[in-house]
T-cell receptor, first 116, second 114 residues
Framework: GAGVSQSPRYKVTKRGQDVALRCDPI?????LYWYRQALGQGPEFLTY????????KSGLPNDRFSAERPEGSISTLTIQRTEQRDSAMYRC??????????????FGNGTRLTVT | TQLLEQSPQFLSIQEGENLTVYCNSS?????LQWYRQEPGEGPVLLVT?????EVKKLKRLTFQFGDARKDSSLHITAAQPGDTGLYLC??????????????FGKGTLLTVNP
């Protein structure tokens, strides 16, 4: 009964470096979401997949951010040329089927990214 | 842009007291969810409300969705230290929104002192 697993748990990187954050959703969950949560704030939508298809990337802040889910399971969020303002908790969530209100989201414990 | 305002931002009470937290918006939502988040963990869904005027109860927690589906409240009766956490409301759908994309409020940080 594993939940959503994210790695690494913590990532400290220097400004200008690229980082890759991994999400392993609950087995069988069709939909996968990436959110970003600043300290003391609620999560903010980044992007959404159904199976391997990226359905919505409207929340990605700029073109340094990208995400993929090539086999419809594990997803990677990549941030290129990191900047200090990218520092935040990055959370992944999955749901059994598309549409949040009839298929609850299960959130992972997140990756805390610090850019120095 | 859909926004959700939560109040109060912080709440510190004694065990046994009752409390209500609010989630308000100028936008209509198809559904609204309440989550609780504990330190170091992700948000955990408590309830989803979808019908205007709907009231749902979960033990000592009572959730209400406004008639116009723009606001919601969470009432906790006889709070316990285990209720401590960040309470987040999140809306989906409605005025130009998508059912899969949740708009979260900033949360109410509740501390229940023994």
């Amino acid at each position: 009964g594993a939940g959503v697993s994210q790695s690494p748990r913590y990532k400290v990187t220097k400004r200008g470096q690229d980082v890759a954050l991994r999400c392993d959703p609950i087995s069988g969950h069709v939909s996968l979401y990436w959110y970003r949560q600043a300290l003391g704030q609620g999560p903010e939508f980044l992007t959404y997949f159904n199976y391997e298809a990226q359905q919505d990337k409207s929340g990605l802040p700029n073109d340094r951010f990208s995400a993929e889910r090539p086999e419809g399971s594990i997803s990677t969020l990549t941030i290129q040329r990191t900047e200090q303002r990218d520092s935040a908790m990055y959370r992944c969530a999955s749901s059994l089927s598309p549409g949040s209100y009839n298929s609850p989201l299960h959130f992972g414990n997140g990756t805390r990214l610090t850019v120095t | 842009t859909q926004l959700l305002e939560q109040s109060p931002q912080f709440l510190s009470i004694q065990e046994g007291e009752n409390l209500t937290v609010y989630c308000n918006s100028s936008s209509v939502f198809s559904s609204l969810q309440w989550y609780r988040q504990e330190p170091g963990e992700g948000p955990v869904l408590l309830v989803t409300v979808v019908t205007g005027g709907e009231v749902k109860k979960l033990k000592r927690l009572t959730f209400q969705f406004g008639d116009a589906r723009k606001d919601s409240s969470l009432h906790i009766t006889a709070a316990q230290p285990g209720d401590t956490g960040l309470y987040l409301c999140a809306g989906a759908g409605g005025s130009g929104g998508s059912n899969y994309k949740l708009t979260f409020g900033k949360g109410t940080l509740l501390t229940v002192n023994p």
